[in-house]
């Protein structure tokens, strides 16, 4: 069975563009985690369920990029995604936080 590889410099692009399209989406879910035990401690089930939708819908396409670009055979992109995205994505929130 051949092993399906894709060029580096193609591969170089793509772990770009997912870690650019992961980082936000991973605050996002980040936010709304942090909004839904908000809720919780208010007493307010409306807004952690959305919340919780919301963390949940911004983790998903995480997921499937991430599940996509392992199956067609991307090296780089696959760890970029699971090393520098949510690396990023807490130096992000930690600066927004000061």
């Not at 399209?21 to 605050?27: D, G, I, M, S």
Request: glycine share 10%; aromatic share 4%; hydrophobic share 65%.
């Amino acid at each position: 069975m051949t092993v399906n590889r894709q060029p580096v410099g193609r591969d170089a692009l793509c772990a770009l563009g997912l870690v650019a399209a992961e980082v936000p989406l991973l605050c996002a879910a980040v936010y709304a985690a942090v909004l839904a035990v908000w809720g919780v401690t208010l007493d307010a089930p409306v807004a952690v369920v959305l919340c919780g939708a919301l963390a949940v819908g911004a983790l998903a396409p995480v997921v499937v990029f991430l599940v996509g670009a392992a199956r067609r055979g991307y090296r780089i992109a696959p760890a970029a995604m699971g090393l520098l995205g949510p690396l990023l994505a807490v130096l992000s929130l930690a600066r927004m936080g000061r």
